[in-house]
């Protein structure tokens, strides 16, 4: 599991006065890169490889509002991959510990000509790293 | 069900060319604010009543990539209304008819002291008016 | 002289209850691609012609707030076009004929080669079209 | 002056590949939220003293492109500030050196009231603090 810190800007508050609720979707994009970095497989490698990963699928429940400039950690970890469908899993927390947010993501992995990756077949390395963890 | 017709801006692209997955929540919001101004409950309608209706969880299935400069139709109904728990749909298609994007909200209504309102009995013709249609 | 139209979102609100500073640099974009649009020379025929214009400089006074879901009138107009940079000037006016934000920005046109275009050479209708009115 | 970091983002870069350039009035104050906190005054505490600091004018000069996923460092430091008008600006580098914006801000004081603060005579601490550097 990987943590990430997002401190929240004022550009990010909406006039209700907390964080608008759009955020949090690219906070999970800033929680993923940092995963990828992490287990060394960071976009830029994955771009040179030809390959992208765009998104499928999101969802967030949305459990205590967050406030600038207070700090959002963010766990992130795979929930499922059997090598087409990455699924990811995100627990957002405020500094006292209290879940902000829980949040999914899902995507898939294209070659350059758009085509889906087996990432068992062809990057064994990336898709023993993706297994969730026990 | 109500119609909302978005176009793409250039900044809501990204570097693989199309639209960014974070810009269709927002127009989601777009949309449902289209949505509560046609049905003459307007989101500055419900701020002069005192009401605040946070968004509690949102969720997008992306179908199809979609490019600048093109339009998006976005068609909002309630999906479910029990009097709590707001929850909406949206079809997103493209011009040609294509669903590009199918996502959810689900929404409270708050008092200005940030107590659930009970709509039936405090607000009975928003509560009528938000029942899905047959 | 170009006239667009942009209504507030709920979205582009901050804490302050007002519309946040930096949306008024995406309203110009929207405003020049409507004004590109109209003279018939719009973002997606520059890019069929392998032409990039990248802003250069931007500039915002700010001159009273705006707020959800007010409409915002932008009069986009061409400033100065010699022939390499374009500078353009923006007056955005509230529903009340108020003028809320005096903008401007400079572009530059590239080729594919990322090359300085000699605008009256090679695109001279372009050029005529990018001329300030008198 | 102070120095500040930006990562830049993956939902920050647009589709000619590299940073749309409306995100750099966000860094802006991104930067500048760093810099009063360095100097001990907080948007927080500003807030708790109920005063509000509008932007009243930005400009930008865009020098090079920036990409996902490098770092932009940005030097923030007063311009100018008589008690009334504060001009702030900001250099920012690429991890090479390069300087690829220079931007520029502008800001009032207001109180709860919205009228303008007589900084020297009522915050006399922070008129000292946000006086240039010879």
Redesign the interface.
């Known amino acids: 599991m990987s943590q990430y810190k997002h401190t929240v800007?004022?550009?990010e508050?909406?006039?209700?006065?907390?964080v608008?609720?759009?955020n949090y979707?690219?906070w999970m994009?800033?929680a993923r890169?940092d995963f990828l970095n992490k287990i060394g497989w960071?976009?830029?490698k994955l771009e040179s490889l030809g390959m992208?990963s765009?998104?499928?699928?999101?969802?967030?429940?949305?459990k205590l509002?967050t406030r600038?400039?207070e700090e959002v950690f963010i766990d992130a970890h795979v929930e499922e991959f059997r090598g087409v469908r990455l699924k990811l899993k995100y627990i957002m927390k405020n500094s006292e510990g209290q879940v902000v947010c829980e949040a999914a993501s899902e995507h898939c992995f294209l070659d350059a000509n758009g085509r889906v990756i087996k990432m068992e077949r062809d990057y064994p390395e990336l898709f023993k790293l993706l297994q969730p963890e026990e």
Chains 1, 2, 3, 4 share one sequence.
Do not use: L, Q
């Not at 508050?13 to 907390?18: R, S, Y």
């Not at 765009?54 to 949305?62: D, F, G, Q």
């Open positions: 800007n004022y550009y508050t909406d006039k209700m006065g907390i608008h609720h759009s979707i690219r994009e800033e890169v960071g976009f830029d992208v765009p998104v499928t699928a999101v969802e967030c429940k949305y509002p600038f400039p």
